[in-house]
């Protein structure tokens, strides 16, 4: 039997029990926002072995969802530096700013494309650098030989070497992916392959390049190429709808 001392110590005064109260809610809470980041993850969905290499469903919930964000997070920074803050219109994504040194049309579009990247990848980095636990690459160029199914790497030293003397018929075939995931240290095959789109206008669609008739693979998808050379699953990253396949 308890003793009238014991009993009163076992009981707890108002503020501590609103604290057990409100620790208890906030664990729920904490629950709910895991299940359903589980339930709502593509990579869970599509890319299964990320369980394995991240320990669990909330760690891959959380790098897709920041990944992600960083995709929104340059989108925005993009615009505020061109249109205070709102989206590019239609034919303001069209509009020609420069041509490039073949004389071939350089759009909007493209310009803030390549700036959003830039901002994006920085992001990404830093996501990758706190919750990725292998290696990875960004912007890694590769040849790719599919017909003898081999790739290598070719260094970003090389591949400016080639850029600057304008050989860029040296760079034909090669692919270069924004992310790459690698399990181990095997930098030629993938995880996972992710490339950020920031479509212009925004209600455009994310999509992946398809080849046009001067390379060889004339036709195909670029996430396509990219899984046939590396391995790995490829994914789509944009600021309307995060990552998809």
């Excluded at 029990?17 to 869970?44: D, F």
């Excluded at 599919?146 to 080639?162: D, F, G, H, Q, Y």
């Amino acid at each position: 039997m308890l003793t009238a001392c014991a009993s009163k110590s076992l009981r707890l005064d108002s503020h501590t029990a609103g604290n057990v109260r409100h620790a208890a809610a906030l664990a729920e809470q904490i629950a709910a926002s895991a299940a359903s980041r589980t339930a709502a993850s593509t990579l869970i969905r599509h890319v299964p072995v990320l369980l394995a290499l991240m320990q669990g469903h909330n760690a891959v919930g959380e790098l897709e969802e920041r990944l992600a964000a960083c995709a929104v997070l340059a989108e925005e920074q993009g615009n505020a530096l061109f249109f205070n803050k709102r989206p590019p219109t239609r034919a303001e994504c069209a509009e020609e700013v420069d041509r490039d040194e073949c004389g071939r049309p350089i759009t909007r579009a493209m310009r803030l494309g390549q700036l959003k990247h830039v901002l994006a990848l920085e992001c990404a980095r830093e996501v990758l650098d706190a919750l990725w636990p292998a290696p990875y690459s960004i912007e890694q160029r590769y040849r790719f030989y599919p017909n003898a199914r081999i790739v290598e790497t070719l260094s970003p030293e090389k591949e400016a070497s080639i850029i600057a003397k304008g050989c860029t018929e040296e760079l034909r075939g090669t692919i270069k992916p924004d992310l790459v995931l690698h399990a181990d240290r095997n930098l030629l095959k993938a995880a996972l392959i992710l490339d950020f789109k920031f479509p212009c206008p925004e209600d455009n669609p994310p999509q992946w390049t398809t080849y046009g008739q001067n390379s060889v693979y004339f036709g195909k998808g670029q996430g396509k190429v990219y899984k046939e050379a590396l391995g790995g699953d490829a994914m789509l990253i944009s600021p309307m709808e995060g990552v998809t396949p």
